[in-house]
């Protein structure tokens, strides 16, 4: 039963108080984080917030200055990167030049001392599995992008790891033969139930491909969870700008509120209107109220809402984007649905808008 | 180019004939000279070659020569080798001292640089007073004037051309490489055994090629830092012209150290490439 157990949780990875400083940045800052064994997480966030720094730490080619990183319950963090039996594919220069395609699929088999036999049957299964059987006895460079990630991917999983990492894996593809990996990867992840820890700056990408996400700014976690729940219930600021398109607007609690209840905003330049709390407010705290587009609403006639001037509308086939200007100068997007019948707006006209307090996020915004 | 444009063939000949001028006066024209000398001196035929190549004496200078070349090639890539790979992985100021200290020596005199190793080595130099002052020996052992002698000083004076080719090729190899063999289970040793000493070798090839050939034809280092033991082939034909007057048959010599090279140079032409000296790899 003891043995069962730790096989099951063999890809897990706790990552306990991570800390790593380069002069005075903080590169990675506290970070705490549990990955489940065959789990899909994406580390996210926008260009030096630390993802690569917390990668190479689990990989091995960085040292945390505090904290400690577990594989199945056992402790790595000072083991060196050949000993930890994980694998890896780069964002590029992932194959070697000077090898044949099979051959690198094989190298990892040649280090673990293999059989020239099994290495090269193993090897050309895994090449079977990223749908490249024809090409084992190409040079890297007469490959295109993609087959080439293909085949640094069939590299990184012929020993069979327990945990794949990815550095951005595919932003040297175009965006269609991204879409197209994307889906490739997710569905290869399931069918052998590796761990990956897949790092992007791009949100649909890990939006799309992960269980989790852990979203990272300045070396911080800034929240982790379920894609819907990132976008649906953005715990910081941060991450309500940071995934999906989002309005802020400044205002100031009109009652306390405890996190989770609704709470009335009074707007800059406006009246009233519904909102959650995300933090704990008081009354007259200034708040910023994050609307996500597609979540406005233009209501009809004499509702009670804010007045606000059309100022542009953008016709995009499946959508219509509306530009407008509130009171008090706030500009706003506002995302209709095509096909929903829900009411449509000119440029100039003047219109009152709504939302459902669910909708709308307030967050504390520190004094 | 100047302007944007590539050179026309008559403007290319133009900008490089005050160079090609001068190779022809001061190399090709004497060389040709010699030459025609060791073929047509005392009579036409080839009895100079076949002095040189018969008499044993003569014979053990030269496979001395090929011995004392590579020895000192094979002595510069162990030297070289870890301080380019250093010199690839590091940037900035320590970049630019260990440059410095790699081409400082290429600026200063060959000459200076054999008279430090000289002082180094002879009977009451340097290391045979620190040896005797750590109680190591009881009397001056003989440095100078020794086959190690003249490897280690030659391999010290040719060190940078086998740097720089091995910092170009080994600057070319981007850190995922190694990094990646390392994930996939490679030891530190497998790392550079399977993965960076095979993208390094055009650079190796390139270095030792060109330490060897220059090391076949040194004269002021073995001449200064060996005896008449350690005579190489161009302490030979210095002699023979200065000391006997034969020219024609150091234009033998000259001429088969001559062939040597060429036949080496076409054997590994591929290698010999002159980007890799200023660094574009
Ligand atoms: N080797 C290093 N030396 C100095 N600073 C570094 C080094 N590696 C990363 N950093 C810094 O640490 C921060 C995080 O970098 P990184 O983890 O690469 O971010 P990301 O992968 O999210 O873009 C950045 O500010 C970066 O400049
Ligand atoms: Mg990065």
């Known amino acids: 039963m003891r043995k069962l157990d730790a096989d099951r949780n063999a890809g897990s990875i706790s990552i306990e108080g991570l800390t790593r400083r380069f002069g005075a940045v903080h590169a990675v800052d506290g970070v705490s984080l549990d990955i489940r064994a065959g789990e899909f997480l994406a580390l996210l966030g926008p260009s030096g917030s630390g993802k690569t720094t917390i990668l190479m730490s689990i990989a091995g080619f960085e040292y945390p200055d505090e904290g400690r990183i577990l594989l199945g319950g056992e402790d790595i963090t000072w083991l060196p990167p050949n000993r930890r039996n994980l694998g890896m594919v780069f964002q590029r220069y992932t194959l070697f030049p000077h090898m044949s395609v099979l051959e690198n699929i094989a190298f990892p088999l040649k280090m673990r001392g293999l059989g020239r036999a099994e290495r090269e049957e193993r090897a050309r299964a895994a090449l079977r599995t990223v749908r490249l059987d024809q090409l084992g006895e190409r040079r890297p460079a007469q490959l295109s992008g993609g087959q080439q990630q293909r085949v640094a991917i069939a590299r990184a999983i012929v020993y069979r790891p327990r945990v794949l990492l990815m550095d951005e894996p595919l932003s040297a593809l175009d965006k269609n033969l991204r879409e197209e990996m994307q889906i490739e990867i997710k569905h290869l992840q399931r069918e052998i139930g590796i761990t990956v820890v897949f790092v992007t700056h791009d949100q649909t990408e890990a939006l799309t491909m992960a269980d989790r996400v852990a979203v990272l700014d300045h070396g911080r976690l800034q929240q982790l969870g379920a894609p819907r729940e990132l976008y649906e219930a953005p715990q910081t600021e941060f991450v309500a700008g940071f995934i999906g398109e989002t309005n802020f607007w400044s205002g100031s609690a009109a009652a306390a509120a405890a996190p989770g209840e609704a709470v009335g905003v009074r707007l800059e330049g406006s009246g009233v209107m519904p909102a959650l709390a995300v933090s704990r407010v008081a009354a007259g705290d200034r708040v910023r109220l994050a609307l996500r587009p597609e979540r406005l609403r233009i209501l009809p006639g004499a509702a009670e809402g804010v007045p606000a001037l059309v100022t542009e509308a953008i016709y995009a086939g499946n959508a219509t984007t509306l530009m407008l200007e509130a009171a008090g100068g706030q500009v706003l997007r506002l995302r209709i649905p095509a096909g929903a019948g829900l009411p449509e707006a000119v440029a100039g006209e003047a219109v009152t808008l709504g939302w459902q307090a669910a909708d709308a996020r307030a967050f504390g915004v520190a004094p | ?281």
């Open chain 2, 1 to 281: 180019m100047l302007g944007g444009r590539r050179f026309s063939p008559a403007a290319s000949l133009a900008l490089a004939a005050p160079f090609l001028l001068l190779l022809l006066v001061v190399f090709i024209l004497p060389l040709a000279t010699l030459l025609h000398e060791s073929l047509f001196v005392p009579s036409p035929g080839l009895g100079n070659y076949a002095h040189a190549l018969e008499e044993p004496v003569y014979l053990r200078v030269m496979l001395r020569t090929l011995r004392i070349a590579f020895l000192v090639t094979l002595l510069a890539l162990v030297l070289a080798w870890p301080l380019a790979w250093v010199m690839s992985r590091s940037r900035g100021l320590g970049l630019a001292l260990l440059g410095a200290a790699v081409l400082l020596p290429l600026w200063t005199s060959v000459l200076v640089r054999t008279y430090a190793w000289m002082v180094l080595l002879q009977r009451n130099g340097v290391i045979n007073q620190m040896l005797a002052r750590l109680g190591l020996i009881e009397q001056p052992v003989r440095l100078l004037y020794t086959e190690g002698a003249v490897v280690l000083a030659m391999a010290h004076v040719l060190l940078p051309f086998m740097v720089l080719p091995l910092y170009s090729a080994l600057k070319g190899i981007p850190e995922d490489y190694p990094r990646a063999a390392q994930m996939l289970g490679a030891s530190p040793w497998a790392t550079f055994r399977e993965v960076v000493w095979p993208l390094c070798l055009p650079g190796v090839t390139s270095g030792c090629l060109m330490v060897f050939l220059l090391a076949l034809g040194f004269f002021v280092t073995p001449a200064l830092i060996g005896g008449p033991q350690q005579m190489m082939i161009a302490t030979l034909v210095s002699q023979q012209v200065r000391e006997l007057l034969d020219w024609p048959f150091a234009g033998a010599l000259v001429g088969i150290l001559l062939a040597f090279v060429l036949a080496l140079v076409l054997l590994f032409r591929r290698a010999v490439r002159l980007d890799r000296f200023v660094g574009q790899a």
